[in-house]
C-alpha cells in the first residue's frame, strides 16, 4: 500500500464553507426522514421539506435533484474524478486495494457529507424498506461506484501493462497488486482492455464493496467501539486474514 497520509491522497480538513455545506445537507435529509415518517413520501414536497429544513426550494436543488434522491442520501464513500485521478497516479506498482481502503478511510475521518452519519442512517433504515424505488435508487449508486472504482483500477493497471501472463502478490497470489505483463500499453487511452486486467479490476472494486460493507455494518451495530476508520483497516486485514487462511487451505 502506498503512504497517502501527507500526499496528494490526503484529505483536507474542511474549511468554515464545507462545514456549513454539509450541514445544511444533513438537515435537508433529517427533515425528509422526518416528514416522511410522518406523512408518507407521496404526502410530502420539496416545499415541505425545504420549509422544514430552513432552506429555500432552490437551494434544496443544489443539493439533491428529488426528494427521492434526498430521502436515499449518500453512500458511506465517493469515488468522483478528482479521486480517480489521484488514485491513478499512484501507479500500476503496489497494492490498489490497499490504497482504496486507505481512501475510504480518510474519507470515514473527514465524515463527508454525513454520509458516516449514524442518526441519519438509523432513520433511513427503517424507511426505505417502505418504498421499492428509494431501494432500487441505492442499489444504482452503489453499482454506479463499483464501476468508477473498477474503471479507475483498470487504467491503473494497465498503465503497467498488467494483463494476461502478469505476475503479482496480493491476496490470493495476484489479486491485488499487479505487475508488468501482457496488458494495455501504457499511454493508450483507446486500447481495449486486457479481459484479465478487466476481471482483475472488477474484483478489486467488488472487494473494496465488501469491506465497506463490513465495516460499516460494525459501526453502526457497536459505534462507540471503534471509528469507521479503524473498522475498515480491520476489515481489510481480516479479508487479508481469510484468503492467506483459504490459500494455505
Do not use: C
Not at 475510504?104 to 465524515?111: I, V, Y
Not at 496480493?170 to 483507446?190: Q, Y
Amino acid at each position: 500500500m502506498h503512504e497517502l497520509s501527507g500526499s496528494t491522497m490526503s484529505i483536507q480538513e474542511p474549511g468554515l464553507r464545507e462545514r456549513k455545506r454539509r450541514a445544511t445537507r444533513r438537515s435537508i435529509q433529517l427533515s425528509v426522514l422526518r416528514l416522511t415518517a410522518e406523512h408518507g413520501l407521496d404526502q410530502v414536497t420539496i416545499d415541505d421539506i425545504s420549509r422544514d429544513a430552513g432552506v429555500s426550494p432552490r437551494t434544496f436543488f443544489n443539493y439533491f435533484p428529488t426528494k427521492e434522491d434526498s430521502l436515499a442520501g449518500d453512500l458511506p464513500m465517493t469515488f468522483d474524478e478528482e479521486t480517480a485521478r489521484r488514485f491513478e497516479a499512484l501507479g500500476p506498482d503496489g497494492d490498489p486495494l490497499g490504497d482504496l481502503i486507505e481512501i475510504m478511510a480518510e474519507q470515514a475521518d473527514a465524515e463527508a457529507d454525513g454520509a458516516v452519519d449514524p442518526e441519519l442512517h438509523q432513520l433511513r433504515r427503517r424507511l426505505v424498506a417502505e418504498y421499492p424505488q428509494i431501494v432500487a435508487l441505492k442499489m444504482h449508486r452503489v453499482r454506479e461506484f463499483e464501476a468508477a472504482v473498477s474503471a479507475s483500477v483498470a487504467k491503473r493497471l494497465a498503465a503497467g501493462g498488467t494483463g494476461s501472463g502478469g505476475t503479482g502478490s496480493g491476496l490470493t497470489g495476484d489479486v491485488s497488486t499487479g505487475s508488468a505483463g501482457a496488458g494495455v500499453p501504457a499511454g493508450d487511452p483507446n486500447a481495449p482492455v486486457d479481459p484479465e486486467i478487466a476481471e482483475r479490476a472488477r474484483l478489486i472494486s467488488l472487494l473494496v464493496l465488501t469491506v465497506a460493507r463490513a465495516a460499516w455494518t460494525s459501526w453502526l451495530e457497536h459505534p462507540e467501539s471503534a471509528s469507521l476508520r479503524e473498522l475498515l483497516l480491520r476489515s481489510h486485514a481480516r479479508l487479508h486474514e481469510v484468503a492467506g487462511a483459504a490459500s494455505r487451505g
